[in-house]
T-cell receptor, first 113, second 109 residues
Framework: EPEVTQTPSHQVTQMGQEVILRCVPI?????FYWYRQILGQKVEFLVS????????KSEIFDDQFSVERPDGSNFTLKIRSTKLEDSAMYFC???????????FGDGTRLSIL | AQRVTQPEKLLSVFKGAPVELKCNYS??????LFWYVQYSRQRLQLLLR??SRESIKGFTADLNKGETSFHLKKPFAQEEDSAMYYC???????????FGTGTRLLVSP
Protein backbone atom coordinates (compact mmCIF):
# COMPACT_ATOMS: atom_id res chain seq x y z
CA GLU A 1 0.00 0.00 0.00
CA PRO A 2 1.47 3.41 -0.90
CA GLU A 3 2.52 5.60 2.02
CA VAL A 4 3.34 9.19 2.77
CA THR A 5 7.05 9.37 3.55
CA GLN A 6 8.79 12.02 5.63
CA THR A 7 12.45 12.84 6.07
CA PRO A 8 14.32 13.15 8.30
CA SER A 9 12.75 11.21 11.13
CA HIS A 10 14.54 13.43 13.65
CA GLN A 11 16.04 16.87 13.12
CA VAL A 12 18.09 18.72 15.70
CA THR A 13 18.71 22.39 14.97
CA GLN A 14 20.13 25.37 16.79
CA MET A 15 17.71 28.16 17.65
CA GLY A 16 17.67 30.79 14.95
CA GLN A 17 18.59 28.41 12.17
CA GLU A 18 16.39 27.53 9.23
CA VAL A 19 15.05 24.00 8.84
CA ILE A 20 13.35 22.23 5.94
CA LEU A 21 11.14 19.24 6.58
CA ARG A 22 10.46 17.04 3.60
CA CYS A 23 7.48 14.96 2.61
CA VAL A 24 6.66 12.78 -0.35
CA PRO A 25 2.86 12.49 -0.56
CA ILE A 26 1.17 9.51 -2.16
CA UNK A 27 1.65 9.88 -5.90
CA UNK A 28 -1.95 10.35 -7.08
CA UNK A 29 -2.94 12.62 -4.21
CA UNK A 30 -3.75 16.25 -4.90
CA UNK A 31 -4.20 17.80 -1.45
CA PHE A 32 -1.33 18.15 1.00
CA TYR A 33 -1.20 19.15 4.64
CA TRP A 34 1.16 19.86 7.49
CA TYR A 35 0.25 19.34 11.13
CA ARG A 36 2.31 19.60 14.27
CA GLN A 37 2.08 18.04 17.71
CA ILE A 38 3.93 19.63 20.60
CA LEU A 39 4.82 17.03 23.21
CA GLY A 40 1.81 16.25 25.37
CA GLN A 41 -0.57 18.36 23.29
CA LYS A 42 -3.03 17.75 20.49
CA VAL A 43 -2.27 17.44 16.80
CA GLU A 44 -2.76 20.93 15.30
CA PHE A 45 -3.41 21.90 11.70
CA LEU A 46 -0.82 24.18 10.12
CA VAL A 47 -1.55 24.46 6.42
CA SER A 48 -3.25 22.84 3.45
CA UNK A 49 -2.00 23.05 -0.12
CA UNK A 50 -3.72 22.40 -3.42
CA UNK A 51 -2.98 23.25 -7.02
CA UNK A 52 0.36 24.79 -6.08
CA UNK A 53 -1.01 27.23 -3.58
CA UNK A 54 -2.03 27.41 0.05
CA UNK A 55 -5.75 26.73 0.42
CA UNK A 56 -5.96 27.31 4.16
CA LYS A 57 -3.60 28.11 7.01
CA SER A 58 -3.95 28.36 10.75
CA GLU A 59 -2.92 31.22 13.00
CA ILE A 60 0.16 29.20 13.89
CA PHE A 61 1.36 29.38 10.28
CA ASP A 62 2.85 32.86 10.37
CA ASP A 63 5.57 34.46 8.25
CA GLN A 64 8.13 32.18 9.83
CA PHE A 65 6.65 29.24 7.92
CA SER A 66 6.43 28.49 4.23
CA VAL A 67 5.52 25.50 2.10
CA GLU A 68 6.59 24.52 -1.35
CA ARG A 69 6.12 21.79 -3.88
CA PRO A 70 9.42 22.17 -5.71
CA ASP A 71 8.88 19.24 -8.07
CA GLY A 72 6.27 16.62 -8.83
CA SER A 73 6.89 14.56 -5.74
CA ASN A 74 8.16 16.57 -2.77
CA PHE A 75 6.20 18.81 -0.43
CA THR A 76 8.34 20.80 1.99
CA LEU A 77 7.80 22.84 5.12
CA LYS A 78 10.39 25.52 5.79
CA ILE A 79 10.74 27.15 9.19
CA ARG A 80 12.90 30.26 9.22
CA SER A 81 14.71 31.45 12.31
CA THR A 82 13.55 28.58 14.50
CA LYS A 83 12.49 29.14 18.09
CA LEU A 84 12.52 26.81 21.07
CA GLU A 85 8.74 26.54 20.92
CA ASP A 86 8.94 25.13 17.38
CA SER A 87 10.10 21.86 18.92
CA ALA A 88 7.39 19.36 18.02
CA MET A 89 6.47 16.40 15.89
CA TYR A 90 5.54 17.54 12.39
CA PHE A 91 3.21 15.37 10.34
CA CYS A 92 2.61 15.54 6.62
CA UNK A 93 -0.64 14.21 5.18
CA UNK A 94 -2.25 13.91 1.78
CA UNK A 95 -5.51 12.85 0.20
CA UNK A 96 -6.55 12.23 -3.39
CA UNK A 97 -9.38 14.73 -3.36
CA UNK A 98 -12.18 16.24 -1.43
CA UNK A 99 -14.33 13.83 0.55
CA UNK A 100 -11.39 11.44 0.94
CA UNK A 101 -9.62 10.70 4.24
CA UNK A 102 -6.12 11.99 4.84
CA UNK A 103 -3.14 9.64 4.96
CA PHE A 104 -0.36 10.56 7.38
CA GLY A 105 3.38 10.13 7.32
CA ASP A 106 5.45 8.90 10.26
CA GLY A 107 6.35 12.44 11.23
CA THR A 108 9.57 14.35 11.77
CA ARG A 109 10.60 15.07 15.32
CA LEU A 110 12.09 18.58 15.38
CA SER A 111 14.21 19.51 18.37
CA ILE A 112 15.38 23.12 18.70
CA LEU A 113 18.30 23.66 21.03
CA ALA B 1 -15.44 27.42 16.90
CA GLN B 2 -14.67 23.87 15.95
CA ARG B 3 -13.58 21.78 18.90
CA VAL B 4 -13.15 18.11 19.70
CA THR B 5 -13.07 16.96 23.30
CA GLN B 6 -11.76 13.65 24.53
CA PRO B 7 -12.19 13.76 28.28
CA GLU B 8 -10.05 10.74 29.14
CA LYS B 9 -6.28 10.86 28.77
CA LEU B 10 -5.93 7.22 29.74
CA LEU B 11 -8.33 4.31 29.68
CA SER B 12 -7.10 1.10 31.18
CA VAL B 13 -9.09 -2.12 30.82
CA PHE B 14 -8.54 -5.86 30.98
CA LYS B 15 -8.58 -8.07 27.93
CA GLY B 16 -12.13 -9.07 27.05
CA ALA B 17 -13.71 -6.06 28.75
CA PRO B 18 -15.88 -3.61 26.80
CA VAL B 19 -14.32 -0.34 25.77
CA GLU B 20 -15.84 3.07 25.15
CA LEU B 21 -13.64 6.01 24.24
CA LYS B 22 -15.56 9.24 24.50
CA CYS B 23 -15.56 12.03 21.96
CA ASN B 24 -17.67 15.16 21.94
CA TYR B 25 -17.51 17.91 19.39
CA SER B 26 -18.71 21.41 18.76
CA UNK B 27 -19.29 22.56 15.22
CA UNK B 28 -21.80 24.88 13.68
CA UNK B 29 -22.39 22.96 10.46
CA UNK B 30 -22.45 19.28 9.56
CA UNK B 31 -19.01 17.87 10.25
CA UNK B 32 -17.42 14.67 9.13
CA LEU B 33 -16.15 12.68 12.12
CA PHE B 34 -13.20 10.30 12.24
CA TRP B 35 -11.28 8.12 14.62
CA TYR B 36 -7.55 7.83 14.01
CA VAL B 37 -5.32 5.34 15.84
CA GLN B 38 -1.59 5.51 16.52
CA TYR B 39 0.06 2.27 17.58
CA SER B 40 3.41 2.45 19.33
CA ARG B 41 6.07 3.95 17.04
CA GLN B 42 3.70 3.98 14.07
CA ARG B 43 1.92 6.64 12.06
CA LEU B 44 -1.58 7.97 12.54
CA GLN B 45 -3.94 5.60 10.74
CA LEU B 46 -7.58 6.08 9.90
CA LEU B 47 -9.69 3.69 11.94
CA LEU B 48 -13.24 4.82 11.23
CA ARG B 49 -15.19 7.55 9.47
CA UNK B 50 -18.79 8.12 10.42
CA UNK B 51 -20.15 8.31 6.90
CA SER B 52 -18.99 4.78 6.10
CA ARG B 53 -20.76 3.28 9.13
CA GLU B 54 -18.50 0.24 9.10
CA SER B 55 -16.81 -1.78 11.80
CA ILE B 56 -13.03 -1.96 11.74
CA LYS B 57 -11.14 -4.37 14.03
CA GLY B 58 -14.37 -4.78 16.00
CA PHE B 59 -14.66 -1.04 16.69
CA THR B 60 -17.80 0.94 15.91
CA ALA B 61 -18.76 4.56 16.38
CA ASP B 62 -22.12 6.20 15.99
CA LEU B 63 -22.60 9.87 15.39
CA ASN B 64 -25.15 11.31 17.82
CA LYS B 65 -25.98 14.78 16.58
CA GLY B 66 -28.26 15.49 19.52
CA GLU B 67 -25.49 14.88 22.01
CA THR B 68 -22.76 15.99 19.58
CA SER B 69 -20.86 12.82 20.34
CA PHE B 70 -18.96 10.20 18.37
CA HIS B 71 -17.92 7.64 20.95
CA LEU B 72 -15.76 4.70 19.90
CA LYS B 73 -16.84 1.30 21.18
CA LYS B 74 -15.64 -2.26 21.16
CA PRO B 75 -17.41 -5.05 23.03
CA PHE B 76 -14.31 -7.13 23.84
CA ALA B 77 -10.93 -5.40 24.04
CA GLN B 78 -7.78 -7.16 22.87
CA GLU B 79 -4.18 -6.51 23.96
CA GLU B 80 -3.31 -5.41 20.42
CA ASP B 81 -5.85 -2.59 20.74
CA SER B 82 -3.47 -0.76 23.06
CA ALA B 83 -2.70 2.53 21.31
CA MET B 84 -3.46 6.25 21.20
CA TYR B 85 -6.86 7.04 19.78
CA TYR B 86 -7.67 10.45 18.34
CA CYS B 87 -11.12 11.72 17.46
CA UNK B 88 -11.15 14.32 14.69
CA UNK B 89 -13.57 16.32 12.62
CA UNK B 90 -13.45 18.15 9.37
CA UNK B 91 -15.85 20.34 7.49
CA UNK B 92 -17.42 19.34 4.22
CA UNK B 93 -14.78 18.98 1.54
CA UNK B 94 -12.45 17.13 3.90
CA UNK B 95 -9.99 19.92 4.42
CA UNK B 96 -8.26 20.59 7.72
CA UNK B 97 -8.71 18.08 10.49
CA UNK B 98 -9.40 19.27 14.02
CA PHE B 99 -8.16 16.74 16.54
CA GLY B 100 -8.97 15.97 20.12
CA THR B 101 -6.19 15.54 22.66
CA GLY B 102 -6.31 11.77 22.34
CA THR B 103 -6.99 8.89 24.69
CA ARG B 104 -4.40 6.25 25.44
CA LEU B 105 -6.04 2.83 25.62
CA LEU B 106 -4.15 0.25 27.61
CA VAL B 107 -5.46 -3.31 27.49
CA SER B 108 -3.91 -5.58 30.09
CA PRO B 109 -3.88 -9.39 29.95
Amino acid sequence: EPEVTQTPSHQVTQMGQEVILRCVPISNHLYFYWYRQILGQKVEFLVSFYNNEISEKSEIFDDQFSVERPDGSNFTLKIRSTKLEDSAMYFCASNPGQNQPQHFGDGTRLSIL
Amino acid sequence: AQRVTQPEKLLSVFKGAPVELKCNYSYSGSPELFWYVQYSRQRLQLLLRHISRESIKGFTADLNKGETSFHLKKPFAQEEDSAMYYCALTDTGFQKLVFGTGTRLLVSP
